[in-house]
């Protein structure tokens, strides 16, 4: 059965018509995968079939390449390549994407618009691309606005500590992926929490901060050993690269 066909809201059908997203999947570019997942199951919250593109792989780049110049900023030519995947996968009919957007220096405020222009000249210009901007205070989303920037926001706080507990646990696993099992498990669970619809701010709160609980105990119990002389690495930077 189609997501929409579960929902009863006449807003959030409407909403979902007016944006031409009936019987289609939204599909959000990963960054990265864990906060693109719980940021879906926000969005879900709300009513709409939100879920991450699959994985990315050699045949991403082959697409991205073929529509980019190597000029753009790599992350670009990823997404690109991986919104044709999802098309040549999935079907033109049953996908839709989101493609956030921002003001500023930085060109992560090109992609939306090279999306668009790309997808045109391929004859896509029928699959839906949608945006959300922070210069508006995500009003396109209409009147779910507020409610959906609350559940977001804690679906960033859960992403930036269950990246926490993998990447402290991590380097020192007894048995390896282990840790890697644990934060897809807690992914998981905080987005069936984050995902819950037809319930108060309050009950869906409730409900992440168990999973995340749950979380921490799943961590602490990974066979590890902790070995005080390896050097701790702090990465700081820019991502921007090109290929
Ligand atoms: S790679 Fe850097 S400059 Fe390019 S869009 Fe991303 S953050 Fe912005």
Same mark, same amino acid.
């Given at each position: 059965m189609p997501y929409s066909d579960t929902v009863t809201d006449p807003g959030v059908l409407k909403a979902i018509a007016?944006?031409?997203?009936?019987?289609?999947?939204?599909y959000l570019p990963h960054m990265p995968y864990g906060g693109t997942y719980l940021l879906a199951a926000a969005i879900r919250s709300i009513g709409f079939d939100a879920w991450p593109t699959t994985d990315s792989d050699k045949h991403t780049l082959d697409l991205g390449g073929r529509v980019t110049s190597g000029d753009e900023c790599y992350p670009?030519?990823?997404?690109?390549?991986?919104?044709?995947?999802?098309?040549?996968?999935?079907?033109?009919?049953?996908?839709?994407?989101l493609m956030p957007t921002a003001n500023g220096p930085c060109r992560f405020g090109q992609y939306l618009h090279l999306i668009k222009?790309?997808?045109?000249?391929?004859?896509?210009?029928d699959v839906p691309?949608?945006?959300?901007?922070?210069?508006?205070?995500?009003?396109?989303?209409?009147?779910?606005?507020?409610?959906?920037?609350?559940? /977001?926001?804690?679906?960033? *706080?859960?992403?930036?500590?269950?990246?926490?507990?993998?990447?402290?646990?991590?380097?020192? !696993? #007894?048995?390896k992926?282990?840790?890697?099992? /644990?934060?897809?498990?807690? *992914?998981?669970?905080?987005g069936e929490a984050l995902s819950l619809q037809h319930v108060s701010q309050r !009950? #869906?709160?409730?409900?992440?901060?168990k999973a995340l609980a749950r979380a921490g105990e799943r961590f602490r119990a990974l066979p590890a050993d902790y070995d005080r002389?390896?050097?701790?690495?702090?990465?700081v930077g820019e991502i921007f690269c090109r290929h």
């Open positions: 007016d944006m031409g997203l009936e019987g289609r999947r939204l670009q030519k990823i997404v690109m390549g991986d919104f044709l995947r999802m098309i040549e996968d999935e079907g033109r009919d049953n996908v839709a994407f222009a790309k997808f045109q000249e391929l004859g896509y210009d691309v949608i945006t959300i901007s922070s210069s508006d205070g995500y009003t396109s989303i209409g009147n779910y606005s507020q409610d959906l920037v609350r559940t /977001a926001w804690r679906a960033v *706080l859960a992403q930036d500590i269950l990246m926490k507990f993998l990447l402290k646990t991590r380097p020192y !696993e #007894r048995e992926g282990s840790t890697d099992a /644990a934060y897809l498990k807690s *992914l998981e669970e905080t !009950e #869906r709160l409730d409900a992440v901060v002389s390896r050097p701790l690495i702090g990465v």
